[in-house]
């Protein structure tokens, strides 16, 4: 069973800008792996990170929402030390904003299989990152998969 760490904007997708066709499309892809995660087809795994930008959200509807679906996630990653030091190695290698490095080091320190992300800059900077797991589009992973 695949171990899933998704980016805090998969969390989100179903918020954004709808006229745009590639937001239809990720939201959708978002949806479809939560189903699998209720399904138990697939495990994700919600960070301290999650948990961090679901308070600071303004908007009560979309922080409502993160914290539901943070109830399919059967994997709960802690602040550790060892994560905060992953990440001042890993933000050494590449363009990455302080949370962008920390989700990735929480997916590190989880032992995912798969990252998941709808931001195009994090998912290019994180696969020139050696990493044992794949980093991608949330609707490339479901095109790859055949549950």
Not at 2 to 24: A, E, G, K, P, V
Not at 105 to 122: E, G, S
Request: aromatic content about 12%; some cysteine; glycine content about 0%.
């Amino acid at each position: 069973m695949d171990l899933i760490y998704l980016d805090y904007n998969c969390f989100q997708r179903r918020f954004d800008d709808y006229s745009q066709i590639r937001i239809q499309i990720e939201a959708l892809a978002c949806q479809e792996i939560f189903n699998w995660a209720e399904n138990q087809a697939v495990q994700l795994i919600w960070s301290f990170m999650h948990e961090d930008e679901t308070r600071l959200c303004p908007f009560p509807e979309r922080r409502d929402f993160a914290l539901e679906l943070s109830t399919l996630c059967q994997v709960r990653i802690e602040p550790v030390e060892t994560i905060y030091t992953l990440a001042q190695s890993l933000v050494q290698q590449g363009k990455f904003s302080a949370k962008d490095i920390l989700h990735v080091a929480c997916a590190i320190n989880a032992k995912a299989n798969f990252f998941l992300t709808c931001d195009d800059a994090l998912m290019r900077q994180a696969r020139k990152l050696t990493l044992e797991f794949e980093v991608m589009n949330p609707v490339d992973y479901i095109q790859q998969q055949r549950l």
